[in-house]
Nanobody, 116 residues
Framework: EVRLVEFGGGLVQPGGSMRLSCVAS????????MSWVRQAPGKGLEWVAA????????RYSDSVKGRFTISRDKANRTTYLQMSGLEPDDTAVYYC?????????WGQGTQVTVSS
């Protein structure tokens, strides 16, 4: 069974940093792309960042480019989202997503609140 569990959310002040983790199980971690998606209060889902299954191919939305970094640790089956220069508009529930040929799988999400 595919399982994705996010960790690391919470409250952070504007300009601060935070790292989210997504621990995966139930599939061959190195075979598929992983991404982060967020949903701000009252808004739809927004894709944030993605990292390919192999190599270092990464992509970011324009809203986070230069501030967020997505990485993967194959040994620990974990995908990270390092966030810096956080802004109030980054407040959202953050989800990690596994993309496979037969569909997408999602974690339960973790709340990130940027506020002073």
């Amino acid at each position: 069974e595919v399982r994705l569990v996010e960790f690391g959310g919470g409250l952070v002040q504007p300009g601060g940093s935070m790292r989210l983790s997504c621990v995966a199980s139930g599939f061959t971690f190195s075979s598929y792309a992983m991404s982060w998606v967020r949903q701000a209060p009252g808004k739809g889902l927004e894709w944030v960042a993605a990292r390919a299954s192999g190599g270092s191919n990464t992509r970011y939305s324009d809203s986070v480019k230069g501030r967020f970094t997505i990485s993967r640790d194959k040994a620990n089956r974990t995908t990270y989202l390092q966030m810096s220069g956080l802004e109030p508009d980054d407040t959202a529930v953050y989800y990690c997503r596994l993309t496979t040929p037969w569909g997408d799988y999602w974690g339960q999400g973790t709340q990130v609140t940027v506020s002073s």
